[in-house]
């Protein structure tokens, strides 16, 4: 008999909703960024000294930060890495090079200071959450019937939703799951339409059979669970994700609640955001793409979401790792638009309009 996971995140609070109903109604009242802060900001970086957009997306970060965040200069980063662990009772395909015991193996590795992420965290000074949902409880196979019923969905959104530190500055939702690249592939299909093979790729390292395999069992998920349309996007969630994609989502409107600036990852993780954009196109103006994924899906579905990534570094690994490494950019933005004088502080003849 294994041992309980450590868990070095709480929720934070009871439900904040019973029923996906309830979700998608808060989904209908979002804040938006504060224009008088986006002004004041622009205001600012136009007085710099450098050559009007010499400093090119950093300029448009800071000024997208300043008006989330509500404080011109901005105030400290403080990011929150967030990860969730699910467990996929697809994997019993063959979907994945690596059994589904990896996921509790690596949830203690987090735990333990080991990973990637760990090491990512410390050197951007982000607070690191570990969440494990239900771990010795697969998700049902996606491919015969829905993944999670209502009520575990809504468990696992409430989880994400509830895990969200209010003081933090920035968040970043990260993942672990084997079989989750399938789920996110499914959701895809289900929500951009084309073929399996368009969504699905090698997530830890299938090829050939493998490959195949999975191509058939997303196939099978849509035919299974639909039809779905466009605008199903929790249905999609419930019927094909996962609990740690469902937990993702609710985070990430969650600090959308909070005028939290969200920072996305990979391609599981954009999978999440996608099935909150179905239902709520304006929700991914509070967010940005971190970096591309060597997952060949990513590039279309960020696409299909209208963002482009700050960094692409040929990463897969999930864990927000990708996002993670993407900080450095933000905080670059943040020094630059904080830190440098204007061309009257600096006594620095400013360019003319003719």
């Known amino acids: 008999m294994t041992q309980p996971l450590p868990i070095t995140g709480q929720p934070s609070s009871g439900p904040a909703f019973t029923n996906l109903t309830e979700f998608a ?12 802060q986006k002004r004041a ?11 009007k957009e010499a400093l090119g997306r950093l300029e448009d970060l800071a000024i997208w930060y300043a008006a989330w965040q509500g404080h011109i200069p901005p105030q400290s980063l403080s990011p929150q890495i967030v990860i969730f662990a699910g467990n996929h009772g697809v994997t019993r395909h063959g979907i994945s090079a690596y059994p589904g015991d990896v996921t ?21 000074q982000a ?10 409880r697969p998700t049902s196979d996606l491919s015969v019937g829905a993944a999670m019923t209502e009520t575990e969905c809504i468990a696992a959104l409430n989880v994400g939703w509830n ?6 500055g920035l968040l970043i ?8 690249t399938t789920s996110a592939a499914a959701i895809c299909l289900a929500l951009y339409a084309g073929r399996a093979e368009d969504w699905v790729g090698p997530g830890t390292g299938v090829h050939d059979d493998g490959l195949q395999r999975k191509r058939e069992v997303v196939t099978a998920a849509l035919k299974a669970n639909g039809p779905f349309s466009a605008r199903d ?29 969200v920072m996305l990852d990979g391609y599981v993780c954009c999978a999440a955001a996608a099935c909150l954009h179905a239902c ?7 967010m940005i793409a971190g970096h591309l994924s060597a997952e060949p899906a990513h590039r279309a579905l960020l696409s299909k979401l209208g963002k482009t990534p700050l960094l692409d570094a040929g990463m897969r690994l999930g864990e927000g790792s990708g996002a993670a490494v993407a900080i450095h950019i933000l905080i670059s933005a943040l020094a630059c638009h904080t830190g440098m004088a204007t061309f009257a502080e600096a006594g620095v003849s400013g360019a003319s309009d003719d």
């Not at 895990?163 to 933090?168: G, M, P």
């Not at 993702?248 to 909070?258: I, S, T």
């Open 233 to 261: 996007g929790l249905a999609i969630l419930q019927a094909l994700g996962g609990r740690e994609i469902a937990a993702m989502a609710g985070a990430m409107a969650r600090a959308r609640m909070l005028r939290i600036p």
């Open 104 to 124: 509790e193996q690596m949830v203690r590795n987090f735990t333990a200071g080991g990973a990637a992420i760990n090491q990512l965290a410390e050197t951007a």
């Open 127 to 136: 607070q690191l959450d570990i969440f494990p949902l239900d771990l010795e």
């Open 41 to 51: 900001a622009e205001q600012r970086n136009a007085q710099l000294t450098k050559p």
């Open 280 to 286: 709520a196109p304006d929700i991914m103006d509070h």
């Open 163 to 168: 895990s969200v530190r209010s003081q933090a």
């Open 173 to 180: 939702c990260g993942e672990m799951g084997i079989g989750n």
């Open 25 to 36: 109604a808060l989904l209908k009242h979002l804040p938006v960024a504060d224009p008088s």
